[in-house]
């Protein structure tokens, strides 16, 4: 895999975001290296993921640039159906599953952090919903999430504003479970000796309660999002919100 570094020890995966020139943001061929190596994961026998960024942030998102590779409606779904499988994987599969943030963790990178059961921050971390920013919404199960964390009048809020949160404001709206003191590494490491000396097949039924009876209304929400991003990547909107990415302005938006 050229995007995506695997390894197991003993009962554990770690799976690492490696396009650390890009800040791990993500592109088609990203995504589905991504959605196989989570595949691999699930076949495991392991009881507990982690999974982490390489260099200066988890996830910057979508790479921009993958805007003009899903121009296609086949490729577009193709795109979709592997963030899907991903988000989808990481909710379902019977381990305990840990992301590891720090730095950028925006966008479908902050959805794919979400989808896990447990989030530790750096206390650089920081997370937003930006889709706003080029007149898109949240994907990824991320309206799902976001719901599930902060209730839907936060989460439409979180969505409308586009807002950075640095770690400590995550972890007082819940968005993540724990601000790490000291080296993330370390304290991920600490967190993962002691849930191994847990009942985790318990940990795991309990998980998996929660989830299966969830899972429809999962797959709702991200049947929802793959047809109104779609539909508002054709909007003026969006063309306009691009522009003022790459020109670094200020959007001008015209609701059209």
Known sequence: MNYIELEQKDNVYHLRLAREERYNALHAEMLAELAVALEEVEKSDVQLVVISGKGNGFCAGGDV??????????????????????????????????????????GLGLSIALAADYIVADPNALVSMNFIGIGLIPDGGGHFWLKERLGTHLAKKFAWEGEDFHAKRAFDFNLVDQVAEGNLEDVVDDLVEDWLKRPLKSMIATKEIYHQYQVEKLKHYLEKERKAQWELRHSKDHEEGVRAFLEKRKPKFTGE
């Open 65 to 106: 640039a993958m805007m003009e590779e899903v121009s296609d409606k086949q490729t577009y779904d193709k795109v979709m159906s592997d963030i899907e499988t991903i988000v989808t994987k990481l909710y379902l599969m019977p381990k305990i599953t840990i992301a590891a943030i720090h730095g950028p963790t925006v």
